[in-house]
Each structure stands twice: as C-alpha cells, then as structure tokens.
C-alpha cells in the first residue's frame, strides 16, 4: 500500500528559515512533489525530486532520500504569503503513475 | 505549461440534482485526472479521464455517481451525480503530458449542496 506523512500545521516567523518534512511508503516510488496551495485556489507546483539530494530553487529547497523514504521542503527567508498548504506527492507506478498526496502541511507565518 | 480553464468556478445546488464541471486546456495533454478536495483536506483521486473510452475509477468512486467524459485530448468533464451535502467539496481537474514531470491543476470548483 501507499502511505504519506506530513505534519498537519506548523508557524513560523517572518525572516525566518522552516522545514517540513515528508515520510512514504510506496512499492513502486517513481518521484517526488512538492506543490503550495493556498486557501481558494489551485495547487501550484514547487519542486521535483527523483534522485537522491538537493535540489534549490530561489527561497525553496527540496530534500530527497529514498533508501529512508523521506523529504524536506525548505522554505528561506520567510515571507507572510508564503502561508499556504504545502502537499507531498509521491508518483507510483505500481499504481499506473498515479500521484498519491498527502494530507499537507498548513504553515502559518507570522511578523 | 498547460494552462487551464475550469468551469463553474463555484456553485450552490439543490439536493437530488447533479453538477458538471468542465476542464478545458489549451494544448493537448495525455492524462487528465479529476481530483476531490474536501475541506481542511487534501487531494483524492477520482478518476482518470481517458480519451475514447470509459474512465478509469479509483476505489470508492463509481461511474454512476461520478460520470465522466473525455471526447477530445482537451477536453473533459466531470458529472457529480444525484447530489447531497457531503458532496459539498472542492473538485479540481489537473493534467499531464505524459514525459513531463509535473501535474497542472485547474482553479477547481467550490461545490456547495444545500
């Protein structure tokens, strides 16, 4: 089966660094996502990661290891529009490359 | 980049009565999926909308209370069926170009059974 965690809510303050992390179980793992969404609207994407590492861009960094099943988005410098829902999608393809997402993570970013 | 037109955007409708949504890109793309967001929640997969043919149904969903078309690699649409308050819910049709990594996801549409 397919299994993904993420912290329900977090907060933080503006200027400041935060890391939400993302556990998965999954048979076939054939990538992962990070997307923002914030209240009202679509889901946007943030990153990608296949391989193990980092991967940077601008503020955000995305974390991938997969002998451990886990991710990190990392968000710099934060800003107030920055709070949003962040979701952890894992592609599957013993699930027909389905994206499988998880509960996501609500940040809240204060002054 | 798939840039997608959903429609309505939100609706209020009666019970008993059914809903469609449409999901209208501007490019052709391989998979078109419709996803239900219910609140405070995250994404569930309904279905995934094949060109030609029936769609393929996730578990827990069925053909008769989710109908779904797809006549076109543009175009689909989303029926909520026979409706009652728990179908009130976000519902968000994304695409995908099969290669590409990522999905794109329309603005959804807020549903409100009353």
């Known amino acids: 089966g397919q299994n993904i965690d993420q912290p329900t809510e977090m907060t933080a303050t503006e200027g400041a660094i935060v890391q939400i992390n993302c556990t998965y179980q999954t048979s076939g793992f054939n990538g992962l996502f990070w997307y923002q969404q914030h209240a009202g609207e679509a889901p946007t994407f943030l990153s990608y990661?296949?391989?193990?590492g980092l991967e940077e861009k601008g503020r955000f960094s995305s974390f991938l290891s997969r002998s451990k099943g886990y991710s990190y988005l990392l968000l710099k410098e934060l800003q107030m529009k920055d709070s949003a829902s962040y979701l952890c999608?894992?592609?599957?393809?013993?699930?027909?490359?389905?994206?499988?997402f998880g509960s996501g993570t609500r940040l809240l970013v204060r002054p | 980049s798939a840039v997608i037109s959903q429609k309505p955007s939100r609706d209020i409708c009666q019970r008993g009565t059914s809903l469609t949504i449409q999901c209208q890109v501007d490019s052709q793309v391989t998979m078109m999926f419709w996803y239900r967001q219910q609140p405070g929640q995250s994404l569930t997969l309904i279905a995934t909308?094949?060109?030609?043919?029936?769609?393929?149904?996730e578990s827990g969903f069925v053909i008769d209370k989710f109908p779904i078309s797809r006549p076109n690699l543009t175009f689909s649409t989303l029926t909520v069926s026979n409706l009652s308050p728990e179908d009130s819910s976000i519902y968000l049709c994304?695409?995908?170009?099969?290669?590409?990594?990522?999905?794109?996801f329309g603005q959804g549409t807020r549903l409100t059974v009353v």
């Open positions: 990661n296949v391989l193990d």
């Open positions: 999608a894992v592609r599957d393809k013993d699930s027909s490359y389905k994206l499988i």
């Open positions: 909308a094949n060109q030609g043919s029936e769609a393929t149904y």
């Open positions: 994304s695409v995908e170009q099969q290669g590409d990594t990522e999905a794109f």
